[in-house]
């Protein structure tokens, strides 16, 4: 039996996050909409957020699969080649996983707002 479950972009739910997001970010020279953070569970959820930062010529670019990946994996190393849409952002958990998975979106997103508010002053 083969396992044909996405490769996670190995986030830990500790911080990493944030500087993955902040990552893209800084690639693309964009500031990706906060509010879409509780719903980032996978790449292609970021990526959607990135498409919209972008603009609608962006769908166009074959190269911003990649890019995007490449940033998106700065943090952990993970072969940016191996991740997909529906890759997970979070490294697979123990039983327990769901409550760190949780927690972590959580924390990503009062993260990035309170690194927002900090840009901003």
């Known amino acids: ?24 970010e800084r690639e693309f020279g964009v500031i990706l909409d906060k509010a879409d953070a509780p719903n980032w569970g996978t790449a292609g959820d970021v990526h959607a957020s990135l498409i919209r930062a972008l603009g609608t010529d962006a769908t166009a670019d074959p190269v911003i699969w990649d890019r995007f990946a490449a940033a998106l994996a700065m943090e952990t190393g993970v072969d940016p080649g191996t991740i997909m849409p529906e890759s997970p952002l979070l490294a697979p958990h123990t039983p ?5 998975a949780a927690g972590a979106i959580l924390f990503i997103a009062i993260g990035i707002a309170l690194i927002d508010m900090l840009l901003l002053r």
């Open 1 to 24: 039996m083969t396992n044909d479950a996405p490769a996670s972009v190995g986030l830990g739910g500790d911080g990493d996050e944030i500087a993955a997001i902040l990552d893209v």
């Open 96 to 100: 327990w996983g769901w409550v760190a």
